[in-house]
């Protein structure tokens, strides 16, 4: 009796003794391949990388303000009486009342023939399609400004402007009264080159399928 309990006592001792070590080596190879931590790190190293390119290519901090209803038209307003290099527009409808010179259109309209006259080099460009801006055209082609409609075969349904290659504009508002008075709208202010550029070449391509 005594000598089976002893050899079962080294046979337990063996076996005990041999997966001891085999867990414990087991343990570190799993937290090894594992790592939680270091993945995490990665992802983020990743994010960062991605934030550092897109600060080297803006050359500038991005600043963004919503503009909301008619406090878009104010700030439109002075944006165009500060401008000092370039003006360019899209719009999409531009529906000029020249019967009532408080309209909000035909103010910001006003401001863009006296940028024009200043020596800011204002190019103007609207849907072909939206009868109104057949007015618009003609207002501020007989006042030095450079304007055009889109392409025929096109519709441009597009709401920007960019000023001194510096800011954009762009949202929902078209240039009605409802639009910059009545209407819920929203649209954003960009200062930053890299939009700006971005926009001006968008701006372009069009101008290049354009017609009187």
């Known amino acids: 009796m005594k000598q089976t309990a002893l050899s079962v006592l080294v046979v337990l001792l063996v076996l005990t003794s041999i997966p001891i070590v085999g867990v414990e080596e087991a343990s570190v190879y799993v937290c090894e391949e594992a790592q939680p931590p270091r993945v995490v790190s990665n ?9 550092h390119e897109v600060s080297e290519a803006s050359n ?8 909301e209803d008619s406090a878009y038209y104010y700030m439109m307003l002075e944006l165009i009486e500060n401008a000092n290099r370039s003006i ?10 020249l019967e009532d010179p408080y309209d909000p259109v035909n103010v910001l309209a006003e401001a863009l023939i006296g940028a024009e006259a200043r020596g800011v080099s204002v190019s103007v460009l609207l849907e072909n399609d939206v009868k109104s801006n057949i007015a618009a055209y003609d207002y501020l082609k007989a006042n030095n400004v450079s304007v055009a409609f889109d392409s025929r075969y096109e519709t441009t349904h597009s709401k920007f402007i960019v000023l001194d ?10 240039w009605t009264e409802y639009g910059l008075w009545s209407n819920h709208e ?6 930053d080159t890299t939009t700006a550029a971005q926009l001006i070449w968008n701006f372009k391509i069009i101008w290049g399928l354009s017609h009187d």
Do not use: F, P, Q, W
Not at 43 to 51: L, T
Not at 60 to 67: P, R
Not at 88 to 97: H, K, Q, T
């Open 165 to 174: 290659e510096e800011i954009a504009v762009v949202g929902s508002h078209n």
């Open 186 to 191: 929203v649209s954003v202010l960009i200062e």
């Open 88 to 97: 360019y527009v899209v719009m999409y409808a531009m529906r000029l009342d």
């Open 60 to 67: 500038d901090a991005v600043s963004i303000t919503v503009l």
């Open 43 to 51: 992802v983020g190293e990743v994010k960062e990388a991605e934030k």
